[in-house]
């Protein structure tokens, strides 16, 4: 078994495995949370389920049953084969049934506050994904509103077009403001940095544009994570 001080440290293609004390019902494939202390040598874990913050944080996936409480669980680096119909630069999040979900999947975690989203990792292929666990959050209602996870911007992905827009405007700077990301990496905003916010219709018109310093190239992903300003 390999264990690391410093997650920090951890190559990002090693792989970190340990075998584990499941429930009967947990599969393979589920993702899970540490549920004691460990017993001799293995964790005990169980499922997340994504309504309770107290399933949380989720620390790997199952990808092995021995027998009907034992298991292998994965912590990290790239994990083949276990999943399929993934789509390479999709980050994906703790599902609903458990299991790894996307954007607009059926197990998507609500955007109402009733779940909690938390990232598994990203797909490098549509069979991998490379487990990279982050910090839990819960979705927060402001104005009426709610913020919108993962949304697509508005514009070509060609490898040309630089310039994106959102269906309605967003709230810019401070802690709701906007998270650009591509291939699942959070972007900068600022002159000289990898994109720049701005207002369409002039200043006090709302912050609805996202302008890259780059073009995003055919088949990448951009995405953006925002509260609407309303």
């Known amino acids: 078994m390999v264990q690391k001080v410093n997650a920090a440290s951890i190559p990002r293609s090693e792989r970190i495995y340990g075998r584990a004390i499941c429930e009967a019902a947990d599969l393979a494939g589920d993702i899970v949370r540490i549920r004691g202390n460990k017993v001799g040598h293995q964790f005990l874990v169980k499922k997340v389920t994504p309504s309770e913050l107290g399933d949380f944080p989720a620390v790997g996936v199952i990808i092995r049953k021995d027998a009907s409480t034992d298991c292998v669980v994965q912590f990290h680096g790239p994990c083949k084969a276990l999943y399929a119909t993934l789509l390479y630069g999709q980050p994906y999040y703790v599902g609903t049934d458990s299991r790894p979900s996307g954007v607009g999947w059926g197990n998507w975690p609500a955007a109402d506050g009733s779940n909690f989203f938390q990232q598994i ?10 487990l990279n666990f982050l910090t839990p959050g819960l979705s927060i209602p402001f104005a009426g509103g709610v913020r919108f996870y993962q949304q697509s911007l508005i514009g070509a992905i060609n490898g040309v077009n630089t310039v994106f827009t959102t269906p309605s405007p967003f709230r810019h700077g401070g802690f709701d403001g906007e998270c650009v990301l ?22 006090g018109t709302g912050y609805d544009t996202i302008t890259t310093n780059f073009a995003a190239r055919t088949g990448h992903v951009l995405v953006i994570d925002y509260t609407p300003d309303i």
Do not use: M
């Open 121 to 130: 990792g990203i797909a490098t292929s549509d069979t991998e994904i490379l």
């Open 182 to 203: 591509y291939n699942g990496q959070r972007l900068f905003e600022g002159i000289g940095n990898d994109y720049v916010a701005s207002e369409s219709g002039g200043p």
